[in-house]
């Protein structure tokens, strides 16, 4: 222990401290690049996922092409039921338009003979209110009647031409076990598909009736006053 203890001294102590201090440091340098190249893979991955997500659907050229795609499987004929609702919701739009321009001119014929005093007159509008609105009535519900069957129509045969491509040969099991871009394939084949054809037959009778209120607009005041030359 003498011979030892003249060794230990504060030089050779600490350079002995230096050399543990960087085989410490050699051995940490060395596991590193080990611990980085899962995370690096893992950042990969995740960049990856990011980019696609990125990828959403967009307003173009393809998309107005998709659309009329679905429509044509939805509306594959001219001469079909499909094509006869919608002509009777265009026509129940047009009655109902000229249903609530009677109703406007009526009400105020009531509020005209009030104001008059007229006892006569606000009898004959007020019987001619009361006549008409069991056809007003009728109007309505071939309107709403038009609207849910079309709805139930599109349903069955965009459901039914989705049903044949997914049950066709392993096309479930491809979709369901071995391709993980479509998710719940089920579900959208069900809620998803009805959401899309209420959206559609809300979208034509939401976008039809105000083109036509315009267009009856404008065949109106043109026979009334005339076309003006601009």
């Known amino acids: 222990m003498a011979g030892f203890s003249k060794y230990v001294t504060a030089k050779n102590s600490s350079i002995a401290g230096g050399l543990l201090l960087m085989l410490y440091l050699l051995k940490n340098r060395r596991r590193r690049p080990k611990q980085d190249c899962p995370k690096r893979g893992s ?3 995740l960049n990856l996922e990011k980019d696609g997500k990125k990828d ?7 998309f107005f092409l998709q659309i009329l795609r679905i ?5 594959p004929q001219f001469f079909c039921m499909e094509a006869g609702y919608l002509i009777l919701i265009a026509a129940m739009l047009v009655a109902r338009t ?7 001119q009526n009400g105020t014929m009531i509020e005209s003979a009030i104001i008059g005093r007229s006892t006569k007159d606000f009898k004959t509008f007020l019987f001619s209110f009361i006549r008409f609105m069991p056809l007003i009535a009728l ?3 071939f309107l709403k009647l038009g609207l849910n069957e079309l709805k139930l129509r599109f349903r069955e045969r965009l459901t039914k031409n989705l049903y044949d491509q997914y049950l066709q040969g392993f096309t479930y099991y491809k979709m369901g076990n071995l391709d993980n871009r479509i998710a719940n394939a089920d579900q959208l084949l069900t809620q998803d598909v009805e959401k899309f ?3 559609v037959v809300d979208l034509y009778s939401n976008l039809s009736k105000p083109l036509l209120d315009i267009g009856l607009y404008i065949f109106k005041l043109t026979s009334a006053i005339g076309a003006q030359p601009s």
């Open 43 to 45: 950042d990969l991955v």
């Open 56 to 62: 959403r659907a967009a307003v173009d050229k393809m």
């Open 71 to 75: 429509v044509r499987i939805m509306v």
């Open 98 to 104: 000229y249903c609530d321009v009677w109703m406007i």
């Open 139 to 141: 109007v309505n519900n």
């Open 197 to 199: 054809c209420n959206s």
